[in-house]
């Protein structure tokens, strides 16, 4: 059997980071930045005011002041304020020169041709000072950072209207098994609703991928070949689940393993023995055949598939541990890694959960973590210190 670190490694040894394009920035969001972004001009590029109000010489207040100018956000024609001027000024609006503070309206009368001020106001009140955010050339992001909905406001805000990112990878996602139905249509005799290939998008998508579902393709290794045929070329990877362990109608095994770029493989560890990885195409499109048991499958995207995805998107695969105490006695096979789920709690402890076996897709779905238990321990005394992967 094969060690799950040197499964992994043969994993991020195999993929790539995807190749960088130019995006609208309406289609940049979740993927990752490809090059430095920097600012051409300072922000803000002029000194403005940061509150409605009133540009005034400091020194001309309190008092009544004569008001001279209004001006807007988006004014460019402006009056210089003079001795003992006042000019009506919006937030966002440019500083008039010769003003050096600005008075809240909240501190006057809101006259609008003359303005009484009650009280003193320090030199450069609510003045918003050129280059205050971002000097003109300075990076404002760099390449690597994933584009979430402010890293995409930073990037319109330096004026881009396009942005090289490594894209989100697409990933085609089948399920295999003559015994599944979609949910929603009824259930005959011996089968079940297919749920893995719903499991499996959503992770790719949580993942920061693009998940695309292909449903269920039967037994036939024929149709599955076809199938693979038809999604190749828009897949940036491809995820199956099912028929690849040892019993007869293993239509993934039978139908790759021929082809001799798909290696299956039993990998040492509990869920998820059974694992098939390897290339597709002259495009080499890295191809993850997961076993079918529902917790296998998931449990073994998070191992397998998601440090995958994330070297894909140019991100780093190293996450740091995370430990907990676990609240009750766990087993777990000798020689194998057992990854049991559990409620991890925020005052550190994780509870193994009801339901251990890889077909208790419920009990997953309770649980909020993966308790890991290395090769060579087969008994976890309650109380003691673990590793934890959170879901
Ligand atoms: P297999 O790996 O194809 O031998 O499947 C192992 C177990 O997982 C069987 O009990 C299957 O019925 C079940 N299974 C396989 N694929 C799915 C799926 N897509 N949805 C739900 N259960 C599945
Ligand atoms: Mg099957």
Redesign the pocket.
């Known amino acids: 059997m094969r060690s799950v670190d040197a499964h992994l490694a043969e994993i991020l040894a195999t993929v790539r980071p995807l190749a960088p394009l130019e995006l609208e920035l309406e289609r940049a969001l979740g993927t990752t930045l490809a090059e430095d972004v920097s600012s051409p001009v300072p922000l803000p590029p002029f000194d403005n005011s940061a509150m409605d109000g009133y540009a005034v010489r400091a020194e001309d207040v309190p008092g009544t002041l004569p008001v001279i100018d209004d001006v807007a956000a988006g004014s460019d024609e402006l009056r210089a304020v003079g001795p003992g001027h006042a000019v009506r000024i919006m937030t966002g609006a440019p500083m008039p020169a010769g003003a050096d503070s600005v008075v809240p309206v909240e501190w006057t009368d809101g006259g609008t041709v003359s303005v009484r001020i009650n009280r003193d106001v320090p030199v450069g009140n609510a003045i918003r000072r050129a280059g205050e955010d971002v000097q003109a050339g300075e990076a404002v992001l760099k390449a690597g950072t994933v584009i979430g909905p402010a890293q995409l406001g930073i990037i319109a805000g330096v004026g881009r209207r396009r942005v090289w990112v490594r894209p989100q990878p697409r990933v085609v996602v089948i399920?295999?098994?003559a015994?599944?139905v979609e949910p929603g249509a009824p259930l005959g005799r011996g089968q079940?609703?297919?749920?893995?290939?719903?499991?499996l998008t959503a992770a790719v998508r949580a993942a920061g991928a693009e998940g695309f579902r292909a449903g269920?393709v039967g037994?036939d290794p024929a149709v599955l070949l076809d199938q693979l045929d038809t999604h190749l070329v828009r897949a940036d990877a491809i995820i199956t689940?099912?028929?690849?362990?040892m019993?007869a109608?293993?239509?993934?095994k039978e139908a790759l393993a021929p082809l001799g770029t798909v290696r299956f493989e039993k990998v040492a560890m509990q869920p998820g023995m059974?694992q098939g990885f390897g290339v597709l195409g002259d495009d080499r499109v890295p191809i993850f055949a997961l076993?079918?048991?529902?917790v296998?499958?998931f449990v073994s995207f998070m191992l397998f598939v998601r440090p995958a995805l994330d070297k894909m998107r140019g991100l780093p695969t190293d996450t740091a541990p995370v430990t907990a105490y676990v609240t009750a006695a766990l087993r777990s096979p000798s020689g194998r890694r057992s990854y049991l789920r559990g409620v991890l709690a925020s005052d550190g402890t994780v509870a193994p959960v009801h339901g251990q076996g890889?077909?208790q897709?419920a009990a997953l779905a309770s649980a909020n973590a993966l308790i890991v238990v290395p090769e060579d321990v087969t008994e976890v005394p309650g109380g003691s210190e673990v590793e934890v992967i959170r879901l």
Request: hydrophobic share 20%.
């Open positions: 399920s295999t098994g015994e599944l079940i609703w297919e749920s893995n290939s719903f499991t269920s037994d689940s099912g028929g690849v362990s019993g109608y293993e239509p993934v059974p076993p079918g048991n529902p296998s499958s890889s077909h897709l």
